[in-house]
């Protein structure tokens, strides 16, 4: 099968790209084609795309006709807290085949347990590093048992170094600050062909 | 140590390209120390990329595991593309040497180009490695590769005095590794100078370069049509190389004082050659390595207008053919060489350049004297048995603190 998975792959991310890179390897070791797409322009990813605001719903809509399945890591950064981005997103969702969420910790805000429900109607699987946090999930209705693989933590870790610190701090690009660079891009690439001609 | 001593170690050159096609000092040597060591009985694995070129960075060359001269090779694909807006803009800042943030740093290493499933192989399997070797400093391989497995990590960085060095990554990449390999005196000072915080396992191991059995220069002056005496610039036709500044340099020659030397160019990249010099400059493009060794033997002297060296591989090769080389004073590590040698002279513009140019055609006995003390200096130094040596000591030193 051809699989994306979506989220942010390490350097940064913390256990939860780690295990995200771990079942890459997994997934690619069983035979399958993986492609790992990580918003975060630090990350030793296949490929990254921007996936702020209406970007996630739009890119799961075009790689649905390009992969066979979809395994999508829940981050806090993802846009599922306004309804209309959620709505897309969704409508997107159904587009797949074969859906898996990766959940990393219980979420505790009333929107994102919205955003759990209807996403649980959407979804194959669910992935989750540990038992406390699939009771966490069972608990809040939005997952039944049988939908939920529990992985154990990663066991991938690098050592921590100043190096490690400085690769996997924050987040990059923030939005404001990419829009800026592609603004600025644009108009200089006008100015330059003007100059051409 | 002496625990260690005669223990057969686990290796692996971390390296952004190998293959017979790919030009690069830093990807020579690292290719060459690992089949120096191989020699030696270590266990030597390269890890690599697909990609030839490091300006496409496309996979060329098939991913998975080979053997090639004893050592294995794993090679895995380069990725690029993403946000190359962000990173083309990202770039003109370092370039223009701007202060980015550390941020800005990495998203711009990571950019260019990466290598996803070698990280994880790093991840996964630094444990299996006495010593993990990363060179060249710039490179993802090395950045990201040193903070995957910091303590096994040894960096040789091949650093130059520019703006790239003086990143705030470079530092942590530098300061978080457990050893560095330095190929030059001066390629140490810099970075003590410019980078606190270094790991205390330091060596200045030196690189080599192979003994050539013979030379032709005769048979490569009438292979190439070369009728006039000549000196010779073999490398990359970068700006980074100081190709504009030779070129600039011996128009001035030329106008100044005409010894009768052409310049014969040889190496990678597009040369640019203005029409006022075209007659005088000949490009023979990119020579069969079998080639090359005959060209420093054929040439009067060897021009390195390159700042930009942390060993000079060609300053050695021009010395084994018996060569004397010129060099730019603004290369320190080369002028470095020039001195302990005695097998050259360095000049500060064209002016300077017209000038030993005219001593060297004027007195060829001083020219041939300068090129007898270059190779008697690589014999002593920089052959792949002392440098393979040196190295193999350092490695012993390194994994006797970490058993």
Known sequence: MKILLIGTAPPPGGQGALALAQRAEELAEAGHEVVTLSPDLRSASDRQARLEGVLLGLSLSYYARRFDALELRLESELPLTRAHERLLVLRALRRWREVTLRIDEPLSSQVSARALIDLGAAVTAVRVPSTAVADALIARGAFDAGRIVVEGPPPLAPPQSLLSAVLAAGRYPPARRALFVLAYERIRHRIALAVKR | ?403
């Open chain 2, 1 to 403: 140590v002496s625990e260690t001593a005669g223990r057969k170690l686990r290796l692996g050159f971390v390296t952004p390209r190998y293959g017979e096609e790919v030009v690069g000092g830093s990807e020579s040597v690292m290719a060459e120390a690992a089949r120096a060591l191989a020699l030696k009985g270590h266990g030597v694995e390269i890890l690599t990329t697909c990609a030839r070129s490091h300006v496409s960075w496309d996979n060329e060359y098939p991913a998975g595991t080979f053997v090639d001269e004893g050592v294995l090779i794993r090679r895995f694909p380069a990725v690029t593309g993403g946000a190359r807006l962000v990173v083309a803009h990202l770039e003109r800042r370092v370039q223009r040497g701007e202060q980015l943030e550390p941020l800005e740093e990495v998203a711009w290493v990571n950019g260019r180009f990466r290598v996803p499933k070698l990280y994880i192989h790093l991840l996964r399997e630094a444990a299996f490695y006495d010593a993990l070797i990363f060179s060249p400093y710039l490179f993802w391989t090395t950045v990201y590769g040193t903070s995957a497995a910091p303590t096994k990590a040894i960096v040789m960085p091949c650093l130059h005095d520019e703006s790239y060095a003086r990143l705030a990554v470079i530092a942590a990449t530098l300061g978080s590794a457990s050893g560095l390999w330095f190929l030059s005196e001066p390629e140490q000072a810099l970075a003590r100078q410019i980078i606190p915080g270094l790991p205390e396992h330091q060596d200045v191991v030196g690189a080599a370069v192979e003994v050539p059995d013979s030379y032709d220069p005769d048979g490569f002056r009438a292979r190439h049509k070369l009728t006039k005496p000549f000196v010779l610039y073999a490398g990359r036709r970068e700006e980074g190389k100081g190709w504009g500044t030779l070129l600039n340099d011996f128009g001035t020659v030329l106008r100044t004082d005409d010894p009768g030397l052409d310049l014969v160019t040889v190496g990678s990249g597009v040369p640019r050659i203005p029409p006022e010099l075209a007659g005088r400059v000949h490009d023979l493009g990119f020579l069969d390595p079998e080639d090359l060794p005959s060209a420093f033997a054929a040439a009067s002297a060897l021009i390195q207008p390159s700042a930009n060296e942390s060993f000079s591989r060609t300053t050695m090769e021009a010395f084994l053919a018996r060569t004397p080389v010129i060099a730019t004073v603004a290369g320190e590590v080369v002028a470095w060489h020039l001195r302990r040698s005695g097998g050259g002279e360095t000049y500060v513009d064209g002016h300077e350049l017209s000038v030993q140019l005219r001593h060297l055609v004027d007195d060829w006995a001083a020219a041939a004297a300068l090129g007898e003390r270059g190779r008697a200096y690589v014999l002593e130094h920089y052959t792949w048995d002392r440098v393979a040596s040196a190295m193999e000591e350092s490695l012993f030193a390194f994994t006797s603190t970490r058993r």
